[in-house]
Each structure stands twice: as structure tokens, then as C-alpha cells.
């Protein structure tokens, strides 16, 4: 039901399936499911239990702990990252052909001319900048304007270079990876780069 994935000292995520801890728990509605099944797998994660707050812009983080976290869940699924020394990102997204249809409304010209049709490489992209948007944690971000991801190849796993520039502040670099797991892509961020 729960897979973990330490990162490295300070950084770890994991993965739940929300279907089965509904079964688990005898619970039916879907906004009851993914609230008690975050709060299980953060207290999971942690070891003890911490309320989950958010911020006046929604981000989540975790009342009267210095830790970062971030949540995403997809059809079934729920993934947290928790990070002890920097602010996070997480994206997990079921792969599915409804992002051909969005594809111009998130990715700059040359980021569309990488990915073409590649549903798998579109998802990869998306959940980058859903990743970078979680870190940054302003609404009035634009996807194309203000989050870019680097060209890459694309294999089961792998690293991605994506940044923020909101606002005339300075170029913000992320180490992200990413990886297929079932049918489901997911982004997390690594670390800041600069």
C-alpha cells in the first residue's frame, strides 16, 4: 500500500495507493480518502503525527515543523515528499492523452518542439512545472512564461533541469527527477541549484 523512496539524508517520498487504504479504512468519499490518506502517510513518513496546514496561497506544510513538504495526488494515488533542508516540489500524474489537447497551455515553443506527441514526454514536462510551481507557491505564476524545464531524453528515470523566473527576480535553478512507476509519471525536486 505504501512504497518509500529515501533520497538522500534530509530527503524522501512516498507513494500510496488510495484505493486500498480506502478499503483499509472503510472509507467511500473521495475528499475523506485523500484527507485521512495524507495525513496517514505523513505520519507514516515521520514517524509521529503533525497536522498538515496550508498557506494563504495553499501551500501545505507541517505546524511547528521546520521540515518542507509537498503532496500530489492522481486517480488512486497520493505521493509526499518531505524535505529537512529546502522548500519541495512532488507531481504524480496518470498517463493519459487528454495533455495533447492542453499542451499549448503550458509549454513555451521550444519545449513543445521536444516533446512533439510524445504523451509520456508532454506528462514529464507537465509535471515538472507542477513540481516548480509547488516550490515557488504563488498563484500567479504562468507556465510558459515563468517555468521553463530543459530539453531532455526520455527514459523510465531521470534527471531534469527546470527553473523559475517570476517577477523580474533572479533565475531560480531545480534539480528534478523523474520516474515511471505503474502508469503513472512522477516529478520531485532534488534540490535547488543556485
Same mark, same amino acid.
Given at each position: 500500500?505504501?512504497? %518509500? ?31 485521512? +490518506? ?19 496561497? +495553499? ?77 515557488? +507557491? ?23 533541469? +527546470? ?23 512522477? %516529478? ?7
Amino acid at each position: 500500500m505504501i512504497q %518509500v523512496f529515501n533520497i538522500n539524508e534530509g530527503l524522501c517520498w512516498a507513494l500510496m495507493d488510495l484505493n486500498e487504504f480506502a478499503v483499509l479504512k472503510n472509507i467511500s468519499l473521495k475528499r475523506e480518502i485523500e484527507s485521512q +490518506g495524507k495525513n496517514h502517510l505523513i505520519d507514516f513518513l515521520l514517524k509521529k503525527t503533525i497536522q498538515i496546514d496550508y498557506d494563504n496561497n +495553499g501551500k501545505p506544510f507541517l505546524k511547528g515543523d521546520s521540515r518542507h513538504i509537498s503532496i500530489s495526488h492522481s486517480f488512486g494515488k497520493l505521493a509526499i515528499i518531505v524535505n529537512e533542508h529546502q522548500t519541495t516540489g512532488i507531481d504524480i500524474e496518470i498517463i493519459r492523452d487528454k495533455v495533447l489537447s492542453v499542451k499549448h497551455k503550458f509549454l513555451s515553443l521550444s519545449e513543445l518542439e521536444d516533446a512533439g506527441e510524445d504523451i509520456e514526454k508532454l506528462l514529464i514536462y507537465w509535471s515538472a512545472k507542477e513540481t516548480l510551481y509547488k516550490i515557488y +507557491g504563488v498563484k500567479q505564476i504562468n507556465f510558459i512564461k515563468h517555468l521553463s524545464v530543459k530539453p531532455f531524453t526520455k527514459s523510465l528515470s531521470g534527471n531534469l533541469v +527546470g527553473s523559475v523566473q517570476f517577477s523580474n527576480t533572479n533565475i531560480k535553478l531545480f534539480e528534478l527527477n523523474y520516474h515511471f512507476i505503474q502508469n503513472y509519471v512522477i %516529478v520531485y525536486c532534488v534540490k535547488r541549484l543556485n
